[in-house]
Each structure stands twice: as C-alpha cells, then as structure tokens.
C-alpha cells in the first residue's frame, strides 16, 4: 500500500467518517485515494474553518474530528483552528502535507516547520519519516488526542511517504510508556473529600468541560441532588447540568449571574469539576472564595493548584470520581438554609435587561430559544453575542452550546454549525453571531449552500466590535478606537451565494424570521439591526473581585 | 531556589525542542541544561536546573514536563540525598613562574591543565557546585580569560 492509502485505511479503522479540509501541491497522493474513498470530504473554503468544523463536529458528537490540509500556507491556516481546540481540551486530528523528507530544511516552495509550529498549541504531534511508521502513528495520534485530558494532535505528511508503497501493519495496541492517563480517584482522597462534604454548609459545585468531555452530566446531576448542593459552571460547562434545575445558579464569573458569584464567594466548600480556575472565572485571584475549602477534580495534574490553593486534590475522569464520592457519602450535608439564602439572591437580582428601547439581542436570543423549544445546538462568535448566547439560552443538555472558551476565537461560530450540523444532521444549528465576527468566516457560505449543510445564522448587527466597544464606553471614557465595523448587505451577500438572508428592524419581525428560518431546507442569515450600545450585564471590571459586579446583586 | 530535575526522555528529534519551548513558553528559567543518551539508546536523559520562587511554581514544572508524551519519568533532586557534578573549561593567563601557584590549587580541587602555551593554560576540572565555585574564585588570582560549564548532572544516591 501507498502512504497516501495506508493514511485512509487507517482513518477508517479509526472510525472516521468526514474530513473537513482542503487540497494543495503537497497532499496530491492523499486526494488521490481519497478520491474513490468511503469517507466524506466537506470541501471548505479555508482552512481555518476546516479546523473549527472538525473540532466542532468534535464538541457536538464526541467522535474524532478531522481536518486536513497542505504544507506550508495550509498548514498554517489550521493554526488559529488548532489552538482554539486545545485551549478547550477538545480531541482533533490536524492532518499536513509537507515537502518531500529530502527537501525539509531548503526553504522549499510552501515548506513551513509545521510540527515545530504547532508544538504549544497541540497535545502532541508527529512528523512522519517513514512510511512504515505511519499506521502506529496515526493509532498513537488518536489515542493520545482522545484519552486523558482530550486535544488536537497533529501528523505532518511529507509527500514523499505519501507516494511510498510499504506493507500496512496495524498495530493491535498503542504503547507509550511515557502517556499513562489516571482515570480513577485515589481511594483516601475520596475518603477526605467524602468527610468534608458531610460537614459543610454552603456547598457550591463548579463544574467545567470537564463534566462534558466524560460525560459525567447524569452522576454530576445525581451527586448534587443527593448532597442539596447548588452548581454553577463556566462557559465550556454550558449544558453539563440543566438550568432550569432548582439546584442551578446558572453560569458564574466575569458575565456570570451575580448568585452564583455571590454564591461563590460565600461559599464554605468548592468542588471543582473539570474546571480551571481560568481568570474569567476566579476575578482577582486573591479575593476568590475566601471562606471556601477546595476539592478540585480533574484528570489533568497540572490544573491543580495551577491557579489556586486546593485542599484536596483528586485526580481522575470526572464520570468515574463523582461517580466514586457518590457511593463514599454516606452523611449529606445539611444545606436548607444555604438554598433559602440562594433563593433570595435570584429572587433579587436575575437576569435582567431593559425591554424598552430598540430591538434587543437579548430578546432575539429568548426568541431563537422559544422557537427551537431549547433544543437546538447553539455555537457563537467571540464578544457579546457569545455571551448573550451563554446568558439567555436555556440549556438543558451537555454538547449544545458550542464556543471557543478559552482562546476566544472570532470567526469560530459560522465553520463551527458547520461542523455541528454535519455531525448532527437532524439538529437545528444556530450560530449566535456578530456583524464583526462572521465577517472572520463569512466565505463558508459557499461550503454550506454547496453541500447542503442547513446552518442558521443569527447575526445580532450592531454595527460594533461590541465588546470592545463595552469597555471603551466603560474604562476608555467612551473612545470608541476602531471599533465602530461597517458590513456588507448580509441579506444580499447570503443570496448571492444561493443562501436565503432575511433583515430584522423591528421586534415583531423577529419571531416570524426565526420560524421562517427553521423551516426554510436552506443556509439562512438572519440580519438583526439591534441597539448599538446595548452592553453584556452584569459584568465584573478586570481585575476586581467576582462579586464587585457592575449592574450586579442589587 | 534552584532545583535540579532530570528528566527521561524518548531519544527522538524534536524532544529538546519540546522541553525547552515548554520552559519559555510558561515563562520558567532554565540556569542550566545537560543532555545525553543514556544505557539504553531509545531514552535520553536531561538534566535542567530550574530557577522557581515558590513550591507551587515548582510542582507546575514538574507537571508540565510530566504531561508531555515524550517525557517518561521526572525526578526532583531537591529533596533527595544524590550527587550532582559539573565539568568545566577555564582559559587562564598562565606563565611558567605561575606553575607552583596552580599546581597546588589544581591539586586541591583535583583539577589539571589540559594544554597551555606561553601565556595561557586550559584548565579542566569536575566537581559539586561549592568545589567548582571554590576553584573559579581561587583561579581569578590568575585572571580569568574564558570559561565553558556543561551545567550539572546528577544522581541519586
């Protein structure tokens, strides 16, 4: 067999069933064979959005995404893709062409040092010299991006191994000895953190992607019905745990609820699921939880203690660590008077918004989630509409709010449906986006029309980089330095590229779009013309504590 | 503080690169780094003496170097009994009439001259860090013209 063929075998092997990418000089052998392949190629029209589609189709189906591209300026492209997936610890396989082994090193027509490249940016990558190697490392590419704490993994292709005809041997097992992942908890630590559950008094489970990535959402539901405690969680937690829950305090930190912050800060005992501790969650560190112990679990050591103290460190899977503390708690906590003192504080300061006024991406977004009955899968852009999205969405279960968490990509949400949808084909997908971000993708239109991939787009247009233009107005004495983004007609853009566009001005338009939208067998834009300086509330100022919130507990 | 680590590692290209990109990407400062093969030809082993304020910012390198794939095992010298030596070349201004001076310096430290000319001599010498200090300052009488130091290895007692 060919390199290029014992590549595809082995992507079959591996399960695959889609490849988001793209063609170049360097990858010729590997289109070749894909080209009488049973594996569908998703042709984009750049390769970033190859990147985020796979890694997408990742996040929406917990099956391996897979985007390819060629040497050099393809390579590169899928960089932005890449790092946005491991900073959400998302499993990925990035596959590159490169020049031929004998030329590497020359400066040669699109040659880049990919594998040197995208060495921080991914779990582990893999420059391939022999053809030989190939099968065992495709196997090791694939285990180590989907075991353990989940990431991208690159394979840098040279073309010459490609062409290379050598015996295929699968190997039966993967052996590294250097990658041992711990999946279970330490039996004493359970015993002590199972201790200090049953004496505490105000519980708070803060829960991450973590929750999502082990598909630990039901024992993460049922500890904390048995322990009565509340659960907050971060952005990439979205979904782990229902909000509609009376145990919910919705998501907290610098956009979070203002209960759940307060809740936080109050709190007499944290327990951190598969969460980091990130800076838009803790605030300023100092100040964080100070009366609160901490229980972190995570399966990845080097979370613990990264940012904060931790008094018990339980490393492991997420699924089986709740599910060992489950069977360990023999005494519940005592926490009635806790939830009282939480009720009040939602009862007090909810989510809120001024209806008065021009149209309001708040209420567009209530509308997409009354209209979808809170089952569709939501991806967004990065800025306001990722956090309004985050805010007024209702969402109920794990793998349906889909957004770049930790690197905050622009342009994510429009390849993201994209990747959602092709994995996900009976889901309606809806990018939450802005009039600045879907400009970052915009071209992928051609992908969705031309492949009958059914996105549907909300672009809350406000004429802003919204966010930016957010805390110019508020610390930048209303500055607006650059921020102000003209676009094109994006109704007349989505039909020239054989999609449907639809403007909204009014509010009583809104509902009426969104249905029309859902029904339509059709990539649609929907246009929302909203108030231009509608700001994300409530919001804690960088570098204050999390329960120093503008427009926060009242 | 400085701590010594070595680290076992898959003897692949690329690997070094990985180490020291972990290092400067998280903002750690290497002070020194020694790298060979070791018994078996598939591992090499690092030595990299870390400058960490705190614990916490040592447990973080340790576990950082832990999560890589190519990384097999990490030992922390700093609170195990162990030997730790480093070899070093030091140019010096040396003249005939030095040669009592030095031989008896060179003696107590077990150093020796590698080659000298009329006007300097190499010495060359191995040793814990207070010898290799104690030496440097005893050579600066002679005037110190260069000095080349493989940075520390170490062992385990």
Same mark, same amino acid.
């Given at each position: 067999?060919?390199?290029?063929?014992?590549?595809?075998?082995?992507?079959?092997?591996?399960?695959?069933?889609?490849i988001?990418?793209?063609?170049?000089g360097?990858?010729?052998p590997?289109?070749?064979? %894909?080209y009488?392949?049973?594996?569908?190629?998703i042709?984009?029209?750049h390769?970033?959005?190859?990147?985020?589609?796979?890694?997408?189709?990742?996040?929406?189906?917990?099956?391996?995404?897979?985007c390819?591209?060629?040497?050099? =300026?393809?390579?590169?492209?899928?960089?932005?893709g890449?790092?946005?997936?491991?900073?959400?610890?998302?499993?990925?396989?990035?596959?590159?062409g490169?020049?031929?082994?004998h %030329?590497?090193?020359?400066?040669?027509?699109?040659?880049?040092?990919v594998?040197?490249?995208?060495?921080?940016?991914?779990?582990?990558?893999?420059l391939?010299?022999?053809?030989?190697?190939?099968? @065992?490392?495709?196997? $090791?590419?694939?285990?180590?991006?989907?075991?353990?704490?989940p990431g991208?993994?690159?394979?840098?292709?040279?073309?010459?191994?490609?062409?290379?005809? &050598?015996?295929?041997?699968w190997?039966?097992?993967?052996?590294?000895?250097?990658?041992?992942?711990?999946?279970?908890?330490? =039996?004493?630590?359970i015993?002590?953190?199972?201790?200090?559950i049953a004496?505490?008094?105000?519980?708070?489970?803060?829960?991450g992607?973590?929750?999502?990535?082990?598909?630990?959402?039901?024992?993460?539901?049922?500890l904390? $019905?048995?322990?009565?405690a509340? !659960?907050?969680?971060t952005?990439?937690?979205i979904?782990?745990? =229902?909000?509609?829950?009376?145990?919910?305090?919705?998501?907290?930190?610098?956009?979070?609820?203002?209960?759940?912050?307060?809740?936080?800060?109050?709190s007499?005992?944290?327990?951190?699921v598969?969460?980091?501790?990130?800076?838009?969650?803790?605030?300023?560190?100092?100040a964080?939880?100070?009366?609160?112990?901490?229980?972190?679990?995570?399966?990845?050591?080097s979370?613990?203690?990264?940012?904060?103290?931790?008094?018990? =460190?339980? !490393?492991g899977?997420?699924?089986? !660590?709740?599910? *060992?503390?489950?069977?360990? %708690?023999?005494?519940?906590?005592?926490?009635?008077?806790?939830?009282?003192?939480l009720?009040?504080w939602?009862k007090?300061?909810?989510?809120?918004?001024?209806?008065?006024g021009?149209?309001k991406p708040q209420?567009?977004?209530?509308?997409?989630?009354?209209a979808t009955?809170s089952?569709?899968?939501?991806?967004?852009?990065?800025?306001?509409?990722?956090?309004?999205?985050? *805010?007024?969405?209702?969402?109920?279960?794990?793998?349906?709010?889909?957004?770049?968490?930790?690197?905050?990509?622009?342009?994510?949400?429009?390849?993201?449906a994209?990747?959602?949808k092709?994995?996900?084909?009976? @889901?309606?997908?809806f990018?939450i986006?802005g009039?600045?971000?879907? *400009?970052m993708?915009?071209?992928?239109?051609?992908?969705? &029309?031309?492949?009958?991939?059914? &996105?549907? &787009?909300?672009?809350?247009?406000?004429?802003?980089?919204?966010?930016?233009?957010?805390?110019?107005e508020?610390?930048?004495?209303?500055?607006?330095s650059?921020?102000?983004?003209?676009?094109?007609?994006?109704?007349?853009?989505?039909?020239s590229?054989?999609a449907?566009?639809?403007r909204?001005?009014?509010?009583?338009e809104?509902?009426p779009?969104?249905?029309?939208?859902?029904?339509?067998?059709?990539?649609?834009?929907?246009?929302?013309?909203?108030?231009?300086?509608?700001?994300?509330?409530?919001?804690?100022?960088?570098?204050?504590?999390?329960?120093h919130?503008?427009e926060?507990l009242? | 503080?400085?701590?010594t680590?070595?680290? /076992?590692?898959?003897?692949?290209?690329?690997?070094?690169a #990985?180490?020291?990109?972990?290092?400067?990407?998280r903002?750690?400062?290497?002070s020194?780094? +020694? /790298?060979?093969?070791?018994?078996?030809?598939?591992?090499?082993?690092?030595?990299?003496? /870390?400058e +960490?304020?705190?614990? #916490?910012?040592?447990?973080?390198?340790k576990k950082?170097?832990?999560?890589? /794939?190519?990384?097999?095992?990490?030992?922390?010298?700093?609170?195990k009994?162990? +030997?730790?030596?480093?070899?070093?070349?030091? #140019?010096i201004?040396?003249?005939?009439?030095?040669?009592?001076?030095?031989?008896?310096?060179?003696?107590?430290?077990s150093?020796?001259?590698?080659?000298?000319?009329s006007?300097?001599a190499i010495?060359?010498?191995?040793?814990g860090?207070?010898?290799?200090?104690?030496?440097?300052q005893g050579?600066?009488?002679?005037?110190?013209k260069?000095l080349?130091?493989?940075g520390?290895?170490?062992?385990a007692?």
């Amino acid at each position: 067999m060919t390199g290029a063929e014992i590549l595809i075998e082995s992507l079959r092997r591996e399960g695959v069933e889609v490849i988001f990418g793209y063609p170049g000089g360097q990858v010729l052998p590997l289109f070749d064979t %894909l080209y009488d392949a049973d594996i569908r190629f998703i042709l984009t029209r750049h390769e970033q959005a190859a990147a985020h589609a796979a890694d997408a189709y990742s996040r929406a189906t917990g099956k391996m995404g897979v985007c390819l591209a060629t040497s050099g =300026p393809g390579a590169t492209n899928l960089t932005t893709g890449i790092a946005t997936a491991y900073m959400d610890s998302i499993p990925m396989i990035a596959i590159t062409g490169q020049v031929k082994t004998h %030329l590497i090193g020359n400066d040669a027509f699109q040659e880049a040092d990919v594998t040197g490249i995208t060495r921080p940016i991914t779990k582990h990558n893999y420059l391939v010299k022999d053809a030989k190697d190939l099968a @065992r490392i495709v196997r $090791e590419a694939f285990h180590v991006a989907s075991t353990g704490r989940p990431g991208p993994v690159l394979i840098d292709i040279p073309v010459d191994v490609q062409q290379k005809d &050598v015996e295929f041997v699968w190997p039966e097992e993967v052996a590294i000895r250097g990658y041992k992942p711990n999946y279970y908890g330490h =039996p004493g630590q359970i015993k002590k953190a199972a201790k200090l559950i049953a004496s505490c008094k105000k519980p708070v489970l803060y829960v991450g992607g973590g929750v999502v990535t082990s598909g630990a959402a039901g024992t993460l539901r049922e500890l904390a $019905e048995k322990m009565n405690a509340p !659960v907050t969680w971060t952005l990439m937690g979205i979904g782990c745990f =229902p909000s509609t829950h009376k145990l919910s305090l919705g998501m907290l930190g610098m956009h979070g609820t203002a209960y759940a912050n307060h809740a936080i800060m109050e709190s007499d005992l944290i327990i951190a699921v598969g969460a980091r501790f990130d800076d838009r969650v803790t605030g300023r560190i100092d100040a964080f939880a100070p009366y609160a112990k901490v229980i972190h679990i995570d399966i990845d050591p080097s979370s613990i203690s990264k940012n904060i103290k931790v008094h018990i =460190p339980i !490393v492991g899977d997420a699924k089986n !660590v709740l599910g *060992q503390l489950l069977e360990e %708690l023999t005494k519940v906590p005592e926490t009635s008077d806790w939830l009282k003192t939480l009720e009040g504080w939602k009862k007090k300061s909810p989510l809120t918004y001024k209806a008065e006024g021009k149209l309001k991406p708040q209420y567009v977004i209530e509308q997409i989630n009354e209209a979808t009955g809170s089952e569709a899968i939501i991806t967004t852009e990065v800025g306001q509409n990722q956090m309004w999205a985050a *805010q007024w969405y209702t969402y109920s279960h794990p793998r349906t709010f889909l957004s770049s968490g930790g690197l905050g990509t622009m342009g994510f949400g429009f390849p993201a449906a994209m990747g959602a949808k092709v994995g996900c084909p009976e @889901r309606i997908v809806f990018d939450i986006a802005g009039d600045g971000s879907i *400009q970052m993708n915009i071209q992928e239109l051609a992908t969705c &029309v031309c492949n009958k991939i059914h &996105v549907k &787009v909300a672009i809350l247009n406000n004429g802003y980089l919204g966010m930016v233009r957010q805390w110019q107005e508020l610390f930048y004495k209303k500055r607006y330095s650059h921020t102000c983004i003209s676009g094109p007609d994006f109704v007349k853009l989505a039909e020239s590229y054989g999609a449907v566009g639809i403007r909204v001005t009014k509010k009583e338009e809104v509902r009426p779009a969104i249905e029309k939208a859902i029904a339509t067998e059709n990539t649609v834009f929907i246009d929302f013309h909203i108030e231009p300086e509608e700001n994300v509330f409530p919001m804690v100022p960088a570098g204050e504590a999390i329960n120093h919130m503008i427009e926060g507990l009242a | 503080m400085k701590h010594t680590i070595s680290v /076992v590692v898959e003897n692949k290209f690329g690997v070094l690169a #990985r180490i020291a990109g972990l290092f400067s990407a998280r903002g750690y400062n290497i002070s020194s780094l +020694a /790298v060979s093969e070791t018994l078996d030809p598939a591992t090499s082993c690092m030595t990299i003496v /870390v400058e +960490a304020e705190d614990e #916490r910012i040592l447990e973080q390198i340790k576990k950082q170097l832990n999560k890589l /794939v190519d990384v097999i095992t990490v030992t922390d010298f700093t609170k195990k009994e162990h +030997a730790d030596r480093e070899l070093m070349l030091v #140019r010096i201004n040396y003249t005939p009439k030095d040669k009592h001076a030095l031989t008896g310096l060179l003696e107590k430290y077990s150093a020796k001259i590698v080659q000298h000319t009329s006007d300097s001599a190499i010495i060359e010498a191995a040793g814990g860090q207070q010898q290799i200090k104690q030496l440097l300052q005893g050579l600066e009488a002679f005037g110190i013209k260069e000095l080349v130091r493989t940075g520390r290895i170490a062992m385990a007692y």
